[in-house]
């Protein structure tokens, strides 16, 4: 893959965002910390509709990225644009109204250690419609954990009483209460062991076909990429290096992508996705009272 097949055509993306067909466009993306540079000019397009993975070593930026896709870093340069409005220099109403077509599921689940899981959920239908009333709220969590997988017994919960990979889920949950267009992931499997990892690629992925989602995934997982992402984005010297399908990135000759992705544990999964078969099915939503296995082993509070 050369520079020009990486090279990006304005105005085949402009009439894409157009026609909805671009969920998040970056132009020119600088991040400092001081006199450390993280990004500089650094472009990106996620489609409508993906699973888009973002890779890169320690230290490139995947989290600033997201975060300043979310408006939670205010870059040095450069334009973001989501679902074709800028979200920069917008008034407190624009600003809300974009903020509720994303969720996101920060490292490690994020939630509110003083509230229970149902009340975690609960914290953005407060945050962006104030005027619904208790029971709805109460019946949007339970809905809510279901849909994720949890049972039904998680909800009156702390999350110091959950397992790694039910505050993963539950952060999902709070990810998805206000029926999002755009989700973010930020290492939604790291800490869960192979059956609990495999079985949230899974989830997400019935999950996006199911809502129509759009989902911007941060991970090192090779398993997860093999698994669900359409298409992957390499962050490297302070930009995106290369985004395509796995296949496409193969075929790059930078030194990091061959490494990552023919390395040992490339390999490996390669081998373990041949071993599924393709395609590989998401199981259905759980039913009342049903749950998916979470799969993982206790964590302690950090």
Not at 99 to 127: C, D, H, M, Y
Not at 245 to 251: M, S, V
Request: with cysteine.
């Amino acid at each position: 893959m050369s520079d020009e097949d990486l090279a990006i055509d304005e105005e085949k993306v402009e009439e894409a965002i157009r026609a909805g067909e671009i969920a998040v466009k970056i132009r020119g993306l600088r991040n400092s910390f001081g006199e450390q540079v993280v990004h500089e000019n650094l472009d990106l397009d996620v489609r409508a509709g993906e699973i888009l993975g973002v890779v890169g070593g320690s230290g490139t930026g995947k989290s600033v990225l997201l975060r300043s896709i979310i408006g939670l870093q205010i870059p040095d340069e450069g334009e973001i644009e989501v679902f074709g409005q800028p979200i920069i220099n917008r008034t407190d109403e624009e600003t809300v109204a974009l903020r509720k077509r994303w969720g996101v599921l920060f490292q490690g689940g994020a939630l509110f250690s003083t509230l229970t899981v149902a009340e975690n959920i609960a914290v953005p239908l407060r945050e962006f419609y104030p005027h619904i009333g208790n029971k709805l709220r109460e019946d949007i969590a339970a809905y809510k954990i279901r849909m994720t997988g949890l049972p039904a017994e998680a909800g009156p919960k702390y999350p110091s009483e959950l397992s790694g990979g039910m505050r993963k889920r539950a952060g999902l949950a709070r990810a998805l209460a206000i029926d999002p267009d755009l989700l973010f992931l930020d290492e939604p499997t790291a800490g869960l062991d192979p059956i609990g990892a495999a079985s949230f690629d899974e989830q997400t992925r019935q999950l996006q076909q199911t809502l129509g989602l759009t989902v911007f995934l941060i991970t090192h997982d090779l398993d997860t990429l093999y698994a669900i992402c359409d298409r992957v984005a390499v962050l490297a010297d302070k930009k995106v290096i290369a985004v395509g399908t796995i296949e496409e990135l193969l075929a790059t000759e930078h030194p990091w992508i061959q490494e990552y992705f023919n390395g040992p544990r490339g390999r490996a999964a390669v081998s373990a996705q041949k071993s599924h078969g393709e395609p590989r099915t998401p199981p259905d939503l759980p039913q009342d009272g049903e749950a998916d296995p979470v799969g993982d082993t206790p964590e302690k509070d950090d």
